[in-house]
């Protein structure tokens, strides 16, 4: 994304929660009520009728656009998820010290997509092998997660990474690094991935306001089956 307008600030290990920068007690931005492109409401997460997950995989632009195509999936919306400053700005989340990654709010209906079915295509969407980067995109920021919000979700998400895992190794791939944490209110700690910050109004569906704009999509061609 913006990585070169940060240089040096870029970093590739987890800040300590008390380093971190310390963030505000409110968002900094008034979020969009509506979706870009879906014609709906941007949140649907408290909607009974839906499930709403968080994944992590590289740069959420691309990510974002991925998922939203998906049969089944009702919104989408993209932010902040795994560290330990509250609200925080791109700008802050760039220079690695609030311990975020970038990740698309998914909300599916699942009688159209099942857990799995989604799960597979997080998993075919980018190469979750690679740690604090995607591609060239380097930073803690960019590492791959999966934030679940029910047992469901948890139970799909470690047994397709199993069977991902295997089909990785097959083609000569490392060992999968996602993180996989239940959501939580406040920071993240070592068993949780703490509360979704939105990212700015301009993040939100951004490459359909802006189709040419660059972000990768950072998949291994493996198929997760």
């Known amino acids: 994304m913006f990585d070169g307008l940060f240089g040096s600030s870029i970093k590739t290990t987890m800040v ?6 310390p963030g505000r007690s409110v968002a900094s931005f008034e979020v969009p009520v509506r979706h870009h492109v879906i014609d709906g409401p941007l949140d649907l ?22 998922l939203w195509q998906l ?24 220079t690695g010290r609030t311990g975020h ?8 209906d699942p009688l159209r997509l099942s857990d799995e079915e989604l799960l597979r295509k997080f998993w075919e969407a980018h190469d979750p092998t690679q740690g604090f980067r995607q591609g060239n995109d ?16 948890e139970q799909a998400a470690r047994r397709t990474l199993e069977v991902f895992q295997e089909a990785l190794s097959a083609h000569g791939y490392g060992a999968i690094t996602t993180e996989i944490k239940p959501v939580s209110d406040g920071a993240a ?15 939100q569906q951004y490459l359909a306001k802006n189709p040419n704009g660059y972000c990768p999509v950072h998949s291994t061609g493996v198929a997760c089956s």
């Open 16 to 21: 300590a929660p008390e380093k971190a920068l």
């Open 45 to 66: 997460s408290d909607n009974p009728l839906f499930s709403t997950i968080y994944l992590g995989l590289g740069c959420f632009w691309g990510a974002e656009k991925e």
């Open 71 to 94: 049969p089944g999936v009702v919104t989408t919306a993209v932010g902040y998820q795994g560290g330990f400053t509250p609200h925080p700005t791109y700008e802050e989340v760039c």
């Open 101 to 108: 990654t970038e990740v698309v709010r998914v909300t599916y």
């Open 138 to 153: 380097l930073g803690t920021q960019y590492r791959s997660a999966v934030y679940f919000t029910s047992e469901a979700q």
């Open 189 to 203: 700690t070592s068993g949780s991935a703490g509360e979704f910050y939105y990212a700015e109004p301009y993040h």
